[in-house]
């Protein structure tokens, strides 16, 4: 990421550059519909738009009021927590369950709920830093000190052990997922808060130091981290915040009765390791309580979650030519409350959001989906979840597909797929035959007005109309009874029905070849 500047005076003229050229009302339509709920857009939500592109505006705040924008915050900011991980320590026979599939979902989804929660509810960003309660649901409040209403799902839970209040940053499922050696004393956690929270990443920053250093010698490298200046330029306030975190100091990670609870009387324990006492930038501080509120009034907070926005939503990194728009975007958020859906409702107005950059051509690049956004899009289509024994196959990895799909685990891969590769057509080569028998077999009425007796010879017209209203489902476009589109597929659906003599088995394959094109994968 690139952290931009806000100034205090005027920003300098810039030369007059080309227009970006924009996107159709429906294309536009189809971006934010999957962007914000995961699922193409409704035939009746295309032709409000294609009738009047001001009808855009108020879908766009009814994706953003649809149960199904904070599934999307959760998936999205997936990308950058990386805790949908199976823990390296324990597992769900550790705690005496059965269904590890529910206890990888559980113990991964805790911090991500709390920004879904946060998001959908119109609550300010600082929450995620500063909330006295967690997300849990029926897994974590078994296994973990929380106190849960009842109900199904995710619910607003608190924590009973003595936590103190700091949103993500008092959750188990951040630090299961990024635990701490000895020699390390938190530095790991600090550094993941400060990149999750602040976009500052202590890793990217250029390290000289004297290679006379015996890098073996613990007490010649604690004498370089106090001493040496190429040290001490992150040491310096990285130790300090790694001090915050020693109420989660397990050790022993995989002891189920530890690495549940937060331990206050450990919060003290720096003194034995970095001897650096918690502190923020030089602001001294001594709980996590303190640390949540530090970051949530640090102003590179919400200009973090402006970058992160952008960039989760543009699918590219922050250019230095993205500075006005994001300083528009920063004033949007602050003045909508710090709320994300003000910050999305900005973004998603953006021309570049809604084009993209263009080369000399003027090709104007799609986004390729992530695999949980191909995972959403097919079923919303189709009905169909790709799952074996409880795993959702696209969102893990020791079971499922998802870094076949493109997609990251945090350990083999860090970062999520931009274009496509070899793996990811074949996964979506066999998500999309499921799903089309899936549908074909067991909920035809979601995609099919024929009756599945029809040929070419004998309903001709009524075949040409499904095909225009596949097309029309899948990729929000009309083609014409007798364009080129239909005719192929007509001509494949012949093919296909050649082989078996059986009409439903022919439109599987049709469908499942629409749901292979590239205009699919990309939006």
């Not at 300010?124 to 929380?146: E, G, K, N, R, S």
């Amino acid at each position: 990421m690139v952290m931009w500047l806000l100034a205090c005076a005027p920003a300098p003229s810039t030369p007059d550059v080309a227009p970006i050229p924009a996107m159709s009302a429906t294309d536009a339509l189809v971006r934010v519909s999957l962007d914000l709920r995961g699922v193409r857009p409704s035939v009746e939500e295309l032709t409000r738009v294609e009738g009047d592109a001001a009808a855009l505006d108020p879908l766009i705040d009814a994706f953003l009021d649809d149960p199904r924008y904070e599934g999307r915050v959760r998936d999205l900011w997936s990308e950058l927590y990386l805790t949908r991980a199976p823990s390296i320590y324990v597992n769900a026979a550790t705690y005496g369950l059965t269904d590890q599939a529910a206890f990888e979902v559980s113990t991964g989804e805790e911090a991500l709920a709390i920004l879904g929660h946060v998001a959908a509810n119109d609550l300010p960003w600082t929450d995620i830093v500063t909330a006295d309660w967690t997300m849990a649901d029926p897994v974590t409040a078994a296994i973990w000190p929380i106190e849960r209403p009842e109900g199904e799902g995710w619910q607003v839970s608190r924590y009973t052990d003595g936590r103190p209040a700091a949103g993500v940053l008092s959750t188990n499922s951040l630090w299961w997922r990024y635990g701490s050696t000895d020699s390390n004393a938190n530095r790991k956690r600090a550094n993941t808060a400060s990149l999750l929270l602040l976009c500052n990443d202590y890793l990217v920053r250029p390290l000289e130091f004297d290679r006379n250093v015996n890098l073996l010698d613990e007490d010649a490298v604690n004498t370089a981290i106090e001493t040496d200046p190429s040290c001490t330029n992150c040491h310096g306030s990285l130790d300090p915040l790694a001090g915050y975190f020693f109420g989660f100091w397990w050790y022993d990670p995989s002891n189920p009765l530890e690495n549940v609870r937060y331990f206050p009387e450990r919060e003290g324990r720096w003194a034995d390791y970095s001897g650096k006492s918690p502190a923020f930038y030089g602001e001294p501080g001594y709980s996590l309580r303190d640390l949540g509120q530090q970051i949530a009034a640090d102003h590179r907070f919400p200009t973090c979650a402006v970058e992160q926005a952008w960039e989760l939503l543009l699918r590219r990194d922050v250019a230095a030519s993205d500075t006005s728009a994001l300083v528009t975007h920063r004033d949007a958020f602050i003045e909508g409350g710090l709320t994300m859906k003000a910050l999305m409702r900005s973004i998603v107005h953006d021309p570049r959001y809604l084009s993209g950059v263009t080369d000399a051509e003027g090709y104007v690049p799609k986004k390729m989906v992530t695999p949980d956004l191909l995972a959403t899009s097919v079923e919303g289509l189709t009905g169909y979840t790709w799952t074996y024994q409880d795993y959702d196959l696209l969102r893990t990895d020791n079971v499922g597909y998802r870094t076949l799909a493109g997609g990251a685990d945090g350990y083999a891969v860090t970062a999520t797929a931009t274009g496509p590769n070899a793996t990811l057509v074949l996964v979506q080569e066999r998500l999309a035959e499921s799903a089309a028998w899936y549908v074909v077999e067991q909920d035809p009425g979601r995609l099919f007005t024929v009756d599945f007796t029809e040929t070419p010879e004998t309903g001709r017209l009524a075949m040409a109309a499904q095909v225009q209203a596949l097309h029309r489902a899948i990729f929000g476009r009309v083609v014409a009874a007798d364009g080129e589109e239909v005719e192929a597929a007509l001509a494949l659906w012949a093919d296909l029905y050649a082989v078996e003599r059986d009409p439903r088995a022919a439109w599987a394959g049709l469908l499942s070849v629409l749901l292979r094109d590239p205009d699919f994968l990309f939006y």
